[in-house]
């Protein structure tokens, strides 16, 4: 079973750039959400899709952070304007459930320096 | 105060000795509890869950539940070089969208 893929997986962009990463889940998972990690904190929720509707975006910053998954497959996040403080790696998940387990896994992230 | 609180050492331990992660949490209603390691530069990757009070072994893993007392813990038995990474406490309520809430992290070093 192929993992979660993401890309790219590093991206080097100036303050006031735009950037879009991407994300496939894992065949059949219907939950995916995307995750900012700063250096030395734990990941912090942007979005929860669970299908192609969206569940929680409540930490999500609005005005420069949007993200879609139109098939309720894949899925986008974008940034524009980028700023210094989104320097971070941008991790999708996808979730697992059932046979009693309930499972997140990890796409390896991508990895964005701003400056 | 913080949802999920972990000390972010780092708890270096030397090899074969049990390493012992903590995690507190300040939400009531919270039902199901993770436990991740993250090696540096890797993804997440989830090694126990736990839903009820109690212990919850895996090998030589052991999480540990106290829900009255907010608190729960990783035990590593026999730890290894190998076990050396970030580990991370995960918190989730019951129902609803199922987000999970992350602690900063535990970084353990394990020497041999």
């Known amino acids: 079973e192929a993992g979660v893929a993401q890309s790219p997986r590093y991206k080097i962009i100036e303050k006031r750039q735009s950037v879009a990463f991407w994300c496939n889940p894992i065949s059949g998972h219907a939950t995916l959400y995307w995750y900012q990690q700063i250096l030395g904190q734990g990941p912090k929720l942007l979005i929860q899709f669970q299908n192609n509707g969206v569940v929680d975006d409540s930490q999500l910053p609005k005005d420069r952070f949007s993200a879609e998954r139109l098939k309720g497959v894949d899925s986008t996040l974008k940034i524009q304007p980028a700023k210094l403080e989104d320097s971070a790696v941008y991790l999708c998940?996808?979730?697992?459930?059932?046979?009693?387990?309930?499972?997140?896994?990890f796409g390896p992230g991508t990895r964005l320096t701003v400056l | 105060q913080k949802e999920v609180e972990q000390n972010s050492g780092p708890l270096s331990v030397p090899e074969g000795a049990i390493a012992s992660l903590n995690c507190t949490y300040s939400d009531r209603v919270s039902q199901s509890f993770f436990w991740y390691r993250q090696y540096s530069g890797k993804s997440p990757e989830l090694i126990m869950s736990i839903y009820s009070n109690g212990d919850k072994e895996d090998g030589r893993f052991t999480a540990q539940l106290n829900k009255a007392s907010q608190y729960v813990s990783l035990l590593i038995r026999d730890s290894q070089p190998s076990d050396s990474a970030t580990y991370l406490c995960?918190?989730?309520?019951?129902?609803?969208?199922?987000?999970?809430?992350f602690g900063r992290g535990t970084s353990l070093i394990v020497h041999p």
């Open positions: 995960a918190v989730r309520r019951s129902g609803g969208s199922y987000i999970p809430t």
């Open positions: 998940a996808s979730r697992s459930v059932g046979g009693g387990t309930d499972t997140q896994y």
